[in-house]
């Protein structure tokens, strides 16, 4: 066989299995926290719908970060600044992290840029809210359930038939858990509201037009170990990974 046939095959051997590897290979989700103990049931969740996980912390945050990612999860945590969509701070606003707030809400814009999936819980539904030119209710009162198991269905909400939402629950309805005392107030550009709480506060959003952009205000998380009536947000976030993954 001539040398230059014989490295032409070698060539398109490494190629497919090179292919094969990537097919083979799990969707890395970035998992964007304050504490490493906030990170265990959003990993497990994340895992138990076929993705890995990189945790993204704001002492290391690089906007390098971001390279290899295939799909990114905000999680829930302190306040936002209200500095970020020029208000003064509400006298009940707390654990505020300017740090976590530049890291995230860069790390959203970037995202939607790259038009990388991602997906917003609690404070991460006002993350990308706020990265998107909106602003928040910052103190709310009714809602925040922490007296409570975490897995406790605190209110139902009701889901935008149509949306992406809707599609993925497979449902216009839901009894959800609730720990937040803050909500969005005005939206955000591009985004539309998904559902609501009985009281009309905004639970979900999403961005129409992006492959996938969705946030909700409950914690699905936490029911990981108690029945599955979330998951499918989790394996949606990773399904639209892996599709980013192959681009």
């Given at each position: 066989?001539?040398?230059?046939?014989?490295?032409?095959?070698?060539?398109?051997?490494?190629?497919?299995?090179?292919?094969?590897?990537?097919?083979?290979?799990?969707?890395?989700?970035?998992?964007?926290?304050?504490?490493?103990?906030?990170?265990?049931?959003?990993?497990?969740?994340?895992?138990?719908?076929?993705?890995?996980?990189?945790?993204?912390?704001?002492?290391?945050?690089?906007?390098?970060?971001?390279?290899?990612?295939?799909?990114?999860?905000?999680?829930?945590?302190?306040?936002?600044?209200?500095?970020?969509?020029?208000?003064?701070?509400?006298?009940?606003?707390?654990?505020?992290?300017?740090?976590?707030?530049?890291?995230?809400?860069?790390?959203?814009?970037?995202?939607?840029?790259?038009?990388?999936?991602?997906?917003?819980?609690?404070?991460?539904?006002?993350?990308?809210?706020?990265?998107?030119?909106?602003?928040?209710?910052?103190?709310?009162?009714?809602?925040?359930?922490?007296?409570?198991?975490?897995?406790?269905?605190?209110?139902?909400?009701?889901?935008?038939?149509?949306?992406?939402?809707?599609?993925i629950l497979g449902k216009s309805s839901a009894g959800v858990n609730s720990f937040h005392h803050q909500a969005i107030k005005h939206l955000g550009d591009r985004l539309i509201a998904t559902?609501?709480?009985?009281?009309?506060?905004?639970?979900g959003i999403e961005i129409p037009d992006a492959d996938y952009f969705i946030g909700v205000q409950w914690h699905p998380e936490e029911f990981v170990d108690f029945g599955k009536d979330f998951?499918?947000?989790?394996?949606?976030?990773?399904?639209?990974?892996?599709?980013?993954?192959?681009?």
């Amino acid at each position: 066989m001539p040398l230059k046939t014989l490295h032409r095959r070698i060539e398109l051997n490494l190629i497919e299995n090179l292919d094969t590897y990537n097919s083979m290979k799990k969707p890395l989700i970035g998992i964007a926290a304050d504490k490493p103990r906030r990170v265990s049931k959003y990993r497990k969740s994340v895992e138990e719908a076929g993705g890995e996980i990189k945790t993204l912390y704001p002492e290391s945050f690089t906007i390098e970060a971001l390279d290899g990612l295939n799909g990114l999860l905000l999680t829930g945590g302190g306040d936002i600044d209200a500095s970020e969509f020029d208000e003064p701070n509400h006298p009940q606003v707390y654990n505020v992290d300017p740090k976590r707030d530049s890291m995230e809400l860069t790390l959203t814009r970037k995202a939607l840029e790259k038009n990388l999936p991602v997906l917003g819980i609690c404070r991460g539904l006002q993350v990308m809210n706020v990265a998107m030119g909106g602003n928040l209710i910052q103190h709310l009162e009714g809602h925040d359930d922490s007296n409570s198991e975490r897995y406790n269905i605190a209110h139902p909400v009701k889901i935008l038939e149509g949306t992406k939402l809707n599609r993925i629950l497979g449902k216009s309805s839901a009894g959800v858990n609730s720990f937040h005392h803050q909500a969005i107030k005005h939206l955000g550009d591009r985004l539309i509201a998904t559902a609501w709480s009985p009281d009309n506060v905004i639970e979900g959003i999403e961005i129409p037009d992006a492959d996938y952009f969705i946030g909700v205000q409950w914690h699905p998380e936490e029911f990981v170990d108690f029945g599955k009536d979330f998951q499918a947000l989790f394996d949606s976030l990773v399904d639209a990974a892996r599709t980013f993954q192959k681009k």
